[in-house]
């Protein structure tokens, strides 16, 4: 008699532990659900959309996870491929972190190149057009293509300090003289480019490098 009391109340705590335990369960999912917003993302990207789809899409993430843990205890990190709701539950949110993970590291460039010191409509150049630093530097420094001798100002200028970057030494006094005129020969001459002694495109990319 002792041993079928005994028997009926381990039962009955062990259904106990159960239904608490399932419950703790149910109502307490895991932290991991919850996606860390990165801290290192551009907030002032060229497309505020893609700011506001990366928050949208990272907390969609995490309450998607927890409605499946919480009403149908599908724990979506682990896949249960003899379940098809499991399945199709987990693809769904792998394909949400994805899309978030994809957003997450293209504002995480742009806040790497406007930290360089590029523009908001250089970083979309880079971005939507595959443009490379070089292009945009390219494109700064346009002004400097068809420079020649008897030129004067800042463009003249800048050009010189490119020549004396290359460890050379002419005057920088913004006057395209002879001295500057026969140091950029001497550019493109060891640069295997032709020696107009003028600025063209080629000549210019080639400084820049």
């Not at 149910?26 to 991991?32: I, S, T």
């Not at 907390?59 to 599908?74: F, K, Q």
């Not at 971005?127 to 420094?141: G, H, K, T, V």
């Amino acid at each position: 008699m002792k041993r079928l009391i005994f028997f009926v109340l381990f039962l009955g705590l062990a259904s106990y532990i159960t239904v608490q335990y399932l419950k703790d369960r149910r109502f307490n999912p895991p932290a991991a659900y919850d996606y860390e917003i990165s801290d290192a993302i551009d907030t002032e990207f060229y497309d505020s959309t893609v700011i506001q789809q990366y928050y949208k899409l990272a907390l969609d993430a995490g309450s998607y996870a927890r409605s499946l843990w919480n009403n149908d205890g599908i724990d979506v990190r682990y896949m249960d491929r003899e379940d098809f709701e499991s399945t199709q539950a987990t693809d769904y949110y792998n394909t949400l972190l994805q899309t978030v993970i994809w957003l997450e590291k293209k504002l995480e460039r742009s806040k790497r190149l406007r930290d360089q010191g590029y523009s908001t409509d250089e970083i979309r150049l880079m971005m939507e057009y595959n443009l490379s630093p070089e292009d945009i530097a390219l494109s700064r420094n346009q002004s400097l293509v068809g420079l020649k001798i008897g030129d004067t100002g800042a463009d003249v200028w800048e050009l010189q300090r490119l020549i004396n970057s290359r460890a050379d030494s002419i005057p920088q006094d913004g006057i395209f003289s002879t001295i500057t005129r026969n140091r950029l020969r001497e550019f493109q001459k060891n640069n295997n480019l032709y020696p107009s002694g003028e600025v063209d495109e080629k000549t210019l990319k080639t400084l820049l490098k």
